[in-house]
């Protein structure tokens, strides 16, 4: 091993780890991924890469999901069938190309999102697709906390579809494969609740981590006093949000390998498409389906939710002499936290920019717009990411 990379592995060997309350199944992956490499003769800094090339079959598996939720969703238009898997193959997010627990929580939810779809498509749902949505739901909140606001939404869609089935007179046939969707879910995610409990002395680990990063509550009168509440602050929150949405949180040298005009296009052009999205949503000036409009609002929900939850976990706390988030910079602008949202995103960007670019009436508009964002993703990404292909702790250059 270089002499570098072990000296920093001893550093951090005596470090306190925030991260050890974390939820444990993508730790669990990694660390089964780890010993087979072992087993096929890795060794070192190979090792360390073998554990990041697991992104590989993560990312694989999230495109096909993307495509499946799509063709679910807009089963009689090509263009988000196409477009959704699109943009996940060729999403510029650096969580995608690191070790971190992130990268999971765009799959899991994934499925949980496409179980949900199904189970509302299905006039009496059967035990297997409440299996599938149980396992989903535990898999993604034993992923990240983070998550949980993701969760609660879709928990909703539930029990909306329960009311559905109770006013149809089919919730006698469909207890079953509810009674399986609670028990799948919530044996998982209770029994790693009491594990922390246990081990923590709370439920969630938050105290923990709090602690150690050196975080305090503020009171509540002082929450007012953030500065999201105004214009400036709020564009910072949302801002820094998408950018790093999109792009991901990698610095270079110190500092964020973006480009601030590349920011501020992804900004404008998320906001822009997700608002046309929901002007569409609205009855009056839609003309997709019930199903359609239901499973978006959904996603749109999810969108809002897990950034709201991002912007009060900023004002409720005092960061003090932390790194990040700081006193001077008090936002939650890390994009990966909002990974779960990830394809309900892209299928309301897809069907603003549908909308939109349909609005003219050219005929291969929408496929040129498409092909032009990506162009301008990998053009963008290649020029920021040029000066690291040099660097000597490459694998390539192993």
């Known amino acids: 091993m270089l002499p ?61 999901v993307g495509f499946i939720t799509a063709r679910l969703v807009f089963p009689e238009n090509v263009f988000p069938r196409m477009a959704v898997p699109t943009l996940l193959a060729f999403l510029p997010q650096t969580t995608f190309y690191s070790i971190n627990n992130d990268v999971l929580s765009p799959l899991v939810f994934g499925v949980a999102f496409v179980c949900v779809i199904r189970m509302w498509q299905a006039d009496v749902p059967g035990i297997p697709i409440g299996m599938a949505t149980g396992f989903a739901i535990a898999a993604t909140y034993l992923v990240k906390i983070s998550n949980l606001p993701a969760i609660g939404v879709i928990s909703v869609a539930i029990v909306m579809k329960l009311w559905q089935l109770r006013e149809t007179g089919r919730l006698r046939p469909a207890l079953p494969s509810l009674a399986t969707l609670a028990l799948c879910a919530c044996v998982p995610i209770c029994g790693w609740l009491a594990w922390m409990h246990f081990h923590f002395g709370d439920f969630t680990g938050t105290s923990v981590k709090t602690a150690s990063l050196g975080w305090t509550l503020k009171p509540f009168a002082d929450w007012w006093h953030h500065p999201i509440f105004t214009l400036q602050g709020l564009w910072t929150f949302i801002s820094g949000l998408v950018t790093t949405f999109w792009q991901g949180e990698f610095l270079w040298y110190g500092q964020p390998m973006t480009f601030p005009a590349t920011d501020t296009i992804y900004t404008l052009i998320s906001l822009g498409l997700i608002s046309v999205a929901f002007i569409m949503l609205i009855p009056r000036f839609t003309q997709t389906s019930i199903s359609q409009r239901r499973v978006l609002w959904f ?36 994009g990966r936290l909002l990974g779960a949202a990830l394809i309900p995103f892209l299928l309301l960007f897809v069907y603003g920019l549908d909308c939109a670019v349909s609005h003219f009436k050219y005929k291969h508009g929408r496929l040129i717009a498409l092909a032009g964002f990506v162009l301008f993703m990998l053009i963008t990404e290649i020029n920021v990411a040029w000066p690291v292909f040099s660097n000597e702790y490459n694998w390539f250059h192993m």
């Open 4 to 64: 570098h990379v072990l000296k920093t592995e001893t550093f951090w060997s005596t470090q306190v780890n925030p991260e050890s309350v974390q939820p444990p199944l993508y730790y669990v992956l990694a660390g089964l991924w780890w010993r087979l490499s072992e087993l096929c003769g890795l060794h070192d800094g190979v090792l360390l890469y073998a554990v990041r090339f697991l992104n590989i079959f993560f990312v694989i598996a999230l495109v096909w």
């Open 299 to 334: 996603g749109f929900w999810i969108l809002a939710t897990s950034v709201a939850f991002l912007a009060f976990l900023s004002i409720i706390y005092d960061f003090h002499d932390c790194f990040y988030p700081s006193r001077l910079h008090p936002y939650f602008t890390s």
